[in-house]
């Protein structure tokens, strides 16, 4: 009898403990391929949202924004096919990038222009804006590590924004949550 009761309080607290506060979005398939991945979303205000939709459905949720305010659907098709690809320093494809690398893929295949391939060089040639006035695919930096930028993301609606996670991979994240607060150093717009 006790060791049932060991096992049950046990199983119980596996279960409890791997669930996860994040919240974990399904979404379709972008306009370039139809995969049904679930969309890593860290940001608080995703946590008790119903994401059922279709796929620009449940990224205008995401934002709180109507699915019209989302101005390039290519840019979330993109998103799409990268999301929860794993961090990996140096890395350049979706078995493993770094948060410069997926930026600098996303501007080419989405925007079609070129960028520097480290953070600090982005930093240095984008246009600095204010972060009540970002627009969507404006750029967001951070700064981990001391002094320099070290981490990029591209901004999307209402503080929400992309990058690579190192711990989660392609993830959408907010601006105003504590963790990015705090290391936020400005953004700009190429």
């Not at 620009?56 to 390039?72: H, Q, R, T």
């Not at 480290?118 to 204010?130: A, L, W, Y």
């Not at 981990?144 to 591209?154: P, Q, T, Y």
Request: charged share 25%; hydrophobic share 35%; proline share 1%.
């Amino acid at each position: 009898m006790k060791t049932r009761f060991i096992f049950l309080f046990i199983t119980t607290a596996l279960l409890i403990t791997s669930c996860s506060t994040r919240k974990k979005v399904l979404v379709g398939g972008g306009n370039r391929s139809s995969n049904n991945k679930e969309i890593l979303s860290d940001a608080s205000s995703a946590r008790n949202l119903d994401l059922t939709g279709s796929n620009m459905d449940n990224y205008a949720k995401l934002m709180g924004v109507s699915v019209k305010d989302l101005d390039n659907r290519y840019l979330y098709g993109f998103i799409n096919e990268w999301i929860g690809s794993p961090h990996r320093l140096g890395g350049q494809n979706k078995n493993g990038i770094d948060c410069s690398a997926f930026v600098g893929i996303l501007y080419k295949d989405v925007y079609s222009k070129i960028i520097p391939r480290t953070s600090r060089d982005m930093r240095e040639v984008v246009k600095g804006k204010r972060e009540g006035r970002l627009k969507e695919g404006d750029l967001v930096f951070f700064s981990f590590g001391g002094k320099s930028i070290d981490h990029v993301g591209v901004y999307l609606h209402n503080h929400k924004f992309v990058h690579v996670s190192t711990r989660k991979g392609v993830i959408i994240s907010d601006l105003t949550d504590s963790w990015y607060a705090k290391y936020f150093t400005g953004a700009g717009a190429l």
